[in-house]
C-alpha cells in the first residue's frame, strides 16, 4: 500500500514541476512582451496600447512589471513606464501615472530619462 502511495506522490510531484516549468516560461514571455512594448515607447503608456498578452496582469502588480521588465532586460535608463490601464484600478496602492510614486531606484543605478511627463 506505502508504495502505492509512494508512486502516487512522485507522480503528482512530476506533474507539479511540468506545470511549474510551463507557468515560467509563460511568465517569462509576458516580461519579454512588456520590454519589447516599453522598447517602442517614450514616457508613460497603458497596457491598451499595446499587444501585451494579459495573462499574467494583476491589478496590484500592473504598476511595477513594465519596470522590471526593462530591469531584467539589463536597462538602466528607463524611457517609458507602462501604467495603469487595468479593469480593477483599485487594486492599485499608488498613482502609477506619478513618476515620484515609483520610488527611488538610483541606487540600483536605475532612473528615469523621460523627466517630468
Known amino acids: 500500500m506505502w ?4 508512486l502516487f506522490a ?7 514541476n511540468i506545470y511549474v516549468c510551463k ?3 509563460e511568465y517569462g ?8 512594448a516599453c522598447d517602442e515607447r517614450q514616457g508613460f503608456f497603458t497596457v491598451y496600447e499595446t499587444n501585451v498578452d494579459r495573462t499574467y496582469m494583476w491589478g496590484w ?5 513594465g519596470v522590471l521588465a526593462q530591469c531584467l532586460d539589463g536597462k538602466t535608463g528607463l ?8 479593469d480593477a484600478d483599485w487594486w492599485e496602492s499608488f498613482d502609477s ?8 531606484f ?11 511627463v
Open 29 to 36: 514571455d509576458y516580461l519579454s512582451q512588456i520590454s519589447a
Open 97 to 104: 501615472d506619478d513618476i515620484n510614486a515609483y520610488g527611488d
Open 10 to 16: 512522485a507522480g503528482m510531484l512530476i506533474l507539479n
Open 106 to 116: 538610483s541606487r540600483y543605478g536605475i532612473t528615469f530619462d523621460f523627466g517630468n
Open 79 to 86: 524611457k517609458s513606464v507602462m501604467i495603469k490601464g487595468f
Open 3 to 6: 508504495d502505492k502511495i509512494a
Open 61 to 65: 502588480s500592473l504598476p511595477m512589471e
Open 23 to 25: 507557468s515560467t516560461g
